[in-house]
């Protein structure tokens, strides 16, 4: 019997040194909800970075695993998100959040358990400007989006009476208050700027458009919400020009908008596809492995988790084969340089990347993706 139980336990010890010591990468974005489109492309994109590289780290004595999270793009669920990887022992690193006012009280949760994230889609300027070194994104801030895309509007489409609204979220209030500074700045009349957390029935701002007759719209938000109000205004006789910023990077807002989104502008942290050289490969692979598509973010979730390879490989190396600490890995995202499929990816003090790239996007048909029609490299403002 006390043979038998010897032999039993070493043949589970040799499962386990077969299996590897697990380390989780996970990530957190919307799965869940109206913006689960989008959420859902940024989880396939870590997710297949994650598979790409889970031999490399069994033949280093590891099993790499991902774990996704929902955070339905709610402030408070992506703190609960983060509050549980945080008890995670195995979880190292996270790739996410991505809209900003989940990003920024999760990111103080990760701080207090030292867990690195990095964010593909977080562009709001105090994701990073707290002072905390284990924030980092891969994709650019809405104070160089919203100039751009004030300087397309009143340089390029000749706005001249403009309506701001917003959807009063960190995103979006910080984006559409980004974009009215640079309008105004640039002779353009900013007629109103107007928050709103209306989902449905836009007829209120509808009313105002008649009564201001602004020659550009610009809605500082999320594509469930822009979706619906483009095609309200269209419905409804409204012919000014619709912008918007990246938070219309979805197949969804076709849907949702349909015919009305033809015509309709925005600009973007994460270019498409065919614009990215290196990206072929990533394409053929996603659509294999996943049966459809990826859209702009899923390059820029899949970048982000190469970030996060990089860094644990690093400190593997570092820590002579063994485990790293989560400190480890949090200090090595900092120094990590990779050729990205959306480019170089460097990070300064404040984990900005040192050059992003930005993108105004038309759709001239209700097809998604757009066509690109104008992009800026940029790096961050300077401090």
Not at 184 to 205: D, P
Request: some cysteine; aromatic content about 8%; overall charge negative.
């Amino acid at each position: 019997m006390k043979q038998s139980a010897f032999f039993v336990g070493v043949l589970l010890l040799g499962a386990l040194c077969a299996r590897g010591e697990v380390i989780k990468v996970a990530s957190g974005s919307m799965l869940s909800g109206p913006q689960s489109s989008l959420g859902e492309m940024i989880k396939l994109g870590a997710q297949l970075a994650i598979e790409d590289a889970a031999p490399e780290f069994k033949e280093l004595g590891f099993d790499l695993q991902f774990l996704p999270q929902d955070d339905q793009a709610l402030p408070d669920v992506g703190v609960a998100v983060a509050k549980r990887l945080v008890n995670d022992p195995e979880v190292l690193i996270v790739v996410g959040h991505f809209n900003s006012g989940v990003s920024i009280p999760a990111s103080e949760v990760y701080k207090e358990g030292d867990l690195a994230m990095v964010s593909p889609g977080s562009t709001n300027p105090r994701v990073t400007e707290r002072g905390l070194n284990n924030v980092s994104r891969v994709c650019g801030r809405d104070d160089v989006q919203g100039p751009v895309g004030a300087e397309f509007a009143v340089n390029d489409l000749n706005a001249k009476r403009i309506m701001v609204i917003h959807d009063k979220t960190s995103y979006g209030q910080g984006i559409a208050l980004a974009f009215r500074d640079t309008a105004e700045a640039l002779g353009a009349k900013v007629l109103a700027v107007l928050g709103t957390e209306e989902k449905t029935n836009f007829q209120s701002l509808i009313l105002q458009m008649r009564a201001l007759k602004p020659d550009l719209v610009y809605f500082g938000g999320i594509y469930d919400q822009a979706g619906v109000l483009v095609k309200q205004m269209r419905e409804r006789g409204i012919k000014a020009i619709f912008l918007g910023p990246d938070g219309l990077e979805s197949s969804a807002f076709v849907d949702i908008a349909q015919n009305a989104a033809v015509g309709a502008y925005y600009t973007t942290v994460a270019g498409p596809a065919e614009k990215y050289p290196e990206a072929a490969s990533f394409v053929k692979n996603f659509t294999a492995r996943f049966g459809r598509a990826p859209e702009a973010f899923s390059l820029y979730a899949y970048d982000a988790a190469q970030v996060a390879i990089a860094a644990l490989r690093q400190t593997i190396q570092d820590n002579q084969g063994k485990t790293p600490s989560r400190a480890q890995v949090r200090e090595a995202v900092r120094h990590v340089k990779v050729d990205g499929i959306t480019g170089p990816i460097s990070f300064d003090a404040n984990g900005d990347r040192t050059e992003a790239d930005y993108w105004i996007i038309h759709f001239a048909e209700a097809k998604y993706p757009g066509a690109a029609v104008k992009s800026v490299r940029a790096a961050p403002p300077a401090k």
